[in-house]
């Protein structure tokens, strides 16, 4: 059974998409494709950026932000050279005042306190999903826990 989060989370891609089409039908009409599309895929990105990726999705949402508005700007203005060189000014700006893997760190370090709290409660626990532990293929169908610890095998390197 989905919980209420990934409920919320399909609702928001499905309305999202809807919202994509009706602004793409909109565009065709008008007959103002570019850069409009750009602003388009802006207004229907962000509320799943934030609604599926949490502390995460709200620094990617500024990314695109950055680039996909300032994007629309500079060709709706005609100043792409010396804009490009802002945007990617204010993209690397925003990595050094915000680092992406300090936001994941807190945002594991805050799943793991909310996980102890509910433990120290009493509470049943979720289970909690990294990209890290994910299957990677190198074990098919087994877990690394069910296999055997094998005891390496001395060589007698001495022939008598």
Known sequence: MNSD???RTER??????AFF???LALLFATNAFWPWILLLSWVVS????VAGAGR?????????SIWLLGLGVLFATNMIW??????????????AIVPPDKIEQSQRQ????????KRDAGLPLPSIAHPADEDDGWLADEDEDDLPLEQPQRRNHYRQ
């Open 82 to 95: 010396p804009g490009v060189l802002i945007l990617a000014g204010l993209s690397t700006l925003l990595v």
């Open 12 to 17: 928001i891609v499905l309305f999202s998409g």
């Open 110 to 117: 805050s799943e793991k306190h909310k996980a102890k709290r």
């Open 56 to 64: 995460m999705g709200l620094w990617v949402s500024a990314q695109a």
């Open 21 to 23: 089409l009706f602004g």
């Open 5 to 7: 989060h990934e409920q």
């Open 46 to 49: 962000i509320p799943i950026l």
